[in-house]
């Protein structure tokens, strides 16, 4: 664990792209001109050639990625993950997912926080519609070390990768040294109670819960997952069969997000109880994101 300041993953994603790029001279990065938002403008700075502003265009972006990484080129489209997802799902799914292409998919502003950006700027089913997309990898990290590290990964991933970042800061947990794998969950806390599997920016928030029920003696074993697809399939058979019951917490819709992927591979693996913690079949609406987070039961 690390004992740094807080500090925001989309600020992080822009940053690591800075320090990846010597060692990556294919890396070029697009932009639907949300570059100061998505924290890309750093790149635009340092590296002005291999900076490409695409207007206001997801969907275009995502096409022209798509061309330049049949070309050889490995190219980053950094978008609010409501448009890509959304605005540009068929060119993501046609000419990105289905030849396999090493387009890596920047979605930032990923589930509630968006900074009051509207109701309409919250991306809540990503997640859902991303791992279901054949040849896509999905990742979300916890905080500012884990973003600059699966952005990294992304880069040495052969396929299509999306990475979901958010908004706001969030909680050190992890140095500069931390290495997530593929396909692997992080234990954060010991425990045979019961188990709270969180995705992303909820890892701090389940660690938070984890520390209230200890207070009533109730060891809660707390996993994150940084890989959402490849899933950890044997570190959720372990905890169903050690734990006896798992709680799922993600900054998503309960319909086909972080939680869906645990039944699933519970319900193959080793069948339990299973409680969902996430937003309902609703969209959002505007406002403080924490009272909306509380007013959904995703606080600690």
């Known amino acids: ?100 292409l090493p387009v890596k998919l920047n979605g930032s502003y990923g589930g509630l926080p968006s900074g009051r950006g509207g109701a309409t700027h919250s991306a809540v089913e990503d997640l859902a519609i991303m791992r279901a997309m054949p040849n896509m990898t999905v990742l979300s990290p916890a905080d500012a070390a884990e973003t600059r590290a699966l952005a990294d990964l992304a880069m040495r991933l052969p396929g299509p990768v999306y990475l979901r970042t958010v908004r706001c800061e969030l909680p050190a947990l992890f140095g500069p040294g931390h290495a997530p794998s593929l396909g692997q969950a992080v234990e954060l806390a010991p425990g045979g109670d019961v188990a709270i599997l969180s995705e992303g920016m909820m890892a701090h928030r389940a660690l938070e819960a984890a520390r209230l029920l200890g207070r009533e003696g109730i060891r809660a074993r707390v996993l994150h997952f940084p890989s959402i697809k490849p899933i950890d399939r044997g570190a959720i058979a372990r905890a169903a069969r050690e734990c006896g019951e798992l709680v799922t917490v993600e900054n998503h819709s309960r319909v086909g997000g972080f939680g869906g992927a645990v039944c699933e591979a519970a319900s193959e693996e080793c069948p339990c109880r299973i409680t969902r913690l996430g937003f309902p079949d609703v969209f959002m609406e505007s406002g403080d994101d924490e009272r909306i987070f509380a007013l959904h039961g995703l606080d600690a």
């Open 1 to 100: 664990m690390s004992g740094a300041a807080a500090s925001s993953p989309r600020a992080a994603f822009g940053a690591a792209l800075v320090e990846m790029a010597p060692r990556y001279p294919d890396m070029v990065v697009l932009d639907p001109d949300v570059c100061a938002s998505t924290q890309t403008a750093a790149f635009r700075e340092a590296f002005p050639g291999r900076f490409y502003e695409m207007g206001i265009a997801e969907a275009d972006a995502v096409g022209a990625a798509a061309g330049m990484a049949a070309c050889g080129l490995v190219p980053w489209v950094s978008a609010f993950a409501v448009f890509l997802a959304g605005r540009a799902l068929d060119q993501v799914r046609a000419s990105v997912a289905h030849p396999g």
